[in-house]
Nanobody, 126 residues
Framework: QVQLVESGGGLVQTGGSLRLSCVVF?????????MGWFRQAPGKEREFVAA????????NYADSVQGRFTISRDNAKNTVYLQMNSLKPEDTAVYYC??????????????????WGQGTQVTVSS
């Protein structure tokens, strides 16, 4: 049974930083497995934030976070991170990590992902 457990959310002021973590249990990530971060603000649809292909380190970012957020991974810890800098109030949302085991699908599409974490709240105050 694959489980994703997120942590690191919280309340931060505009311009601040947070680092989210997502540990994957039950499956060692490898090869074309893809890990993604999505977010959902109140009243809005869940949207793509960033993704990383495990073995190639290929990354992809939404335009809204490009240059401010960085996705990375630690193979030994089976963990993916999302470093968020220069946070803005519009970044406020529940952030979810997701796993696409086997990869090779559209990594910006939430329907490509097989497993999801429970979500962690990020609130940016103005």
């Amino acid at each position: 049974q694959v489980q994703l457990v997120e942590s690191g959310g919280g309340l931060v002021q505009t311009g601040g930083s947070l680092r989210l973590s997502c540990v994957v249990f039950g499956r060692a990530l490898s090869r074309y497995d893809t890990m993604g971060w999505f977010r959902q603000a109140p009243g809005k649809e869940r949207e793509f934030v960033a993704a990383i292909v495990w073995s190639t380190y290929y990354t992809n970012y939404a335009d809204s976070v490009q240059g401010r957020f960085t996705i990375s991974r630690d193979n030994a810890k089976n963990t993916v991170y999302l470093q968020m800098n220069s946070l803005k109030p519009e970044d406020t949302a529940v952030y979810y990590c997701a796993a696409d085991l086997g990869g090779r699908r559209d990594l910006t599409d939430l329907t490509s992902y097989d497993y999801w974490g429970q979500g962690t709240q990020v609130t940016v105050s103005s």
